[in-house]
């Protein structure tokens, strides 16, 4: 079953804008993960961040986490064509063994 | 490093027909391989854990009998999909955890886009 919650469902902006996506989830996690995925591709790993951290920079990506809301931001700045690709959230599931995936946003940035 | 693989990347099979999916991790051991099925627009949903050397442990509502998987090794998993049929046309990714790496920590593979007619 999914944990996270994304919205938008999907995002439409022009290049040069930034791009702001949103996760909750619903039980206690020691961390949130935030992939990429390509059109038909696997996954790409772009940032972790921990329970105990409130943000995280990685070049032009910002992760946010609120532990008290259970929710997430993934902030792309000055977004490029090529960031095009579907967004999705990963949580731990209860006992922390498993990864639970949110139902991504669909990102289109158009050149 | 760390990298998994998936053989085949697409396959197209008769309905009725078996099809079996590898998943290997080429530069690294994973006693664990997590299998997962993602449909058109949606989001990945997990269907089985992959253990080495025991049985797989299958999420509810995903059917033992027709995903069969085997994890022969520290470095393969294979999925069949049994008398397969169009619903089950589907993308399957797998993922690896290394062993002795972080718990949180999995490598994802490119997947497998299975269309049976």
């Known amino acids: 079953s999914q944990q996270g919650e994304e919205d938008p469902q999907a995002l439409s902006i022009q290049e040069g804008e930034n791009a702001t996506m949103n996760c909750s989830y619903k039980?206690?996690?020691?961390?949130l993960q935030w992939y990429r995925q390509n059109s038909g591709r696997g996954l790409v790993h772009l940032i972790l961040i921990r329970s105990n951290e409130r943000e995280k920079h990685s070049g032009r990506l910002r992760v946010t986490l609120d532990t008290s809301k259970k929710s997430s931001s993934l902030l792309i700045t000055a977004s490029r064509a090529a960031d095009t690709a579907s967004y999705f959230c990963?949580?731990?599931?209860?006992?922390?063994?498993?990864?639970?995936f949110g139902a991504g946003t669909r990102l289109f940035v158009k050149a | 490093g760390a990298v998994v693989s998936q053989h085949p990347s697409w396959v197209i099979c008769k309905s009725g027909t078996s099809v079996k999916i590898e998943c290997r991790s080429l530069d690294f051991q994973a006693t664990t391989m997590f299998w997962y099925r993602q449909f058109p627009k949606q989001s990945l949903m997990l269907m089985a854990t992959?253990?080495?050397?025991?049985?797989?442990?299958?999420e509810q509502g995903v059917e033992k009998d027709k995903f069969l998987i085997n994890h022969a090794s520290l470095t393969l998993s294979t999925l069949t999909v049994t008398s397969a049929h169009p619903e089950d046309s589907s993308f399957y990714i797998c993922s690896a955890r290394e062993i002795g790496g972080n718990s949180y920590e999995q490598y994802f593979g490119p997947g497998t886009r299975l269309t049976v007619t």
């Open positions: 990963a949580t731990p599931a209860p006992g922390g063994f498993k990864t639970i």
């Open positions: 039980t206690s996690i020691n961390n």
């Open positions: 992959s253990n080495e050397g025991s049985k797989a442990t299958y």
